[in-house]
């Protein structure tokens, strides 16, 4: 069975006209021409399309099957030229993201830096919120789509996987803890911690220390992971880390423990209420997120 776009085209004008030669008029067709194609079309698929009258014509079962088709590939269709033309004149739009702390680490900024040098003309709006806090604002639909660890309730959200965020423990290369391998949170948490003022991780750290009945002993707290690791490195404290940003921060007089713990390894995502509905540009920088989405390397390897 083979229809052409002219074919879905002409069907779904007579349809709205109510008559083949209305339908002809509306495609700026000759009547002869488009009475062929109709006819031609019914012997293709051996069934009628039209229930003739003199009052005109009305789709018949197999017609009301062909107009639903008709009109979601032509839909289709408009939509791809659309894209395919904004393209030529170059992206234009906003991308909304709300983005956990292990996304906004390296993922977001490494997806940006390209998304951006290729696509001048879109502009992108990040914030930083609880994996918690991203699901519910994007169902919610205060967002285009969110980076979350997976261990959130995702509810009703579509989600692609973007990786693994590693959490490590850090202290000073001197520290005796040094030369262990792991460590527990439970055990970690009896030292003097290192950590950020306020943010997602911050949250995250202290709904697991609440869960063992314990309270984190912060001795400074920072704005960034560079001065946590700076800090660290000096022996005030240890603290706990996304590995990726360890790793960035690149001192081999910081040892880095692999912590025990089930939740310092979580599944990174994408969720929006659709991805599939939403903007070109959008689902390009989920690409682009995707291709960054490399797992992090093992602290001990």
């Not at 709904?207 to 001795?219: E, M, V």
């Not at 959008?282 to 390897?301: H, V």
Request: with cysteine.
């Amino acid at each position: 069975m083979r229809f052409d776009l002219t074919d879905l085209r002409l069907f779904e004008a007579v349809v709205r006209a109510g008559s083949i030669s209305g339908g002809a008029e509306r495609m700026h067709m000759a009547l002869a021409s488009a009475s062929a194609r109709v006819s031609g079309m019914e012997a293709v698929l051996g069934a009628a399309l039209f229930s003739r009258s003199r009052r005109g014509v009305e789709p018949t079962a197999a017609g009301r099957a062909l107009l639903h088709h008709a009109r979601t590939i032509t839909a289709q269709v408009e939509q791809m030229r659309s894209e395919l033309l904004a393209f030529s004149a170059g992206l234009k739009g906003e991308i909304r993201i709300l983005s956990n702390t292990a996304g906004l680490v390296e993922l977001v900024p490494a997806a940006l830096r390209v998304f951006l040098a290729n696509h001048p003309g879109v502009d992108i709006d990040i914030e930083e919120r609880t994996s918690t806090e991203i699901v519910e604002a994007i169902g919610a639909g205060l967002a285009d789509f969110g980076v979350i660890a997976a261990t959130a309730d995702l509810a009703a959200l579509e989600t692609r996987s973007l990786g693994v965020d590693r959490l490590v423990a850090i202290t000073a290369g001197t520290s005796p803890l040094a030369a262990r391998p792991e460590i527990g949170f439970a055990e970690l948490i009896g030292e003097p911690f290192v950590g950020l003022a306020g943010g997602a991780l911050t949250d995250h750290l202290a709904r697991h220390a609440a869960r063992l009945g314990r309270r984190i002993a912060y001795r400074v707290r920072l704005r960034s992971f560079d001065a946590v690791a700076r800090l660290v490195e000096a022996g005030i404290g240890v603290g706990v880390l996304p590995l990726a940003a360890v790793e960035r921060y690149g001192s081999p007089h910081l040892a880095v423990l692999r912590l025990s713990d089930g939740w310092a390894d979580r599944h990174l995502v994408v969720c929006a209420r659709s991805l599939a509905d939403l903007s070109m540009h959008a689902r390009l920088l989920i690409d682009e997120l995707e291709r960054q989405g490399a797992s992090p390397r093992d602290p001990n390897s």
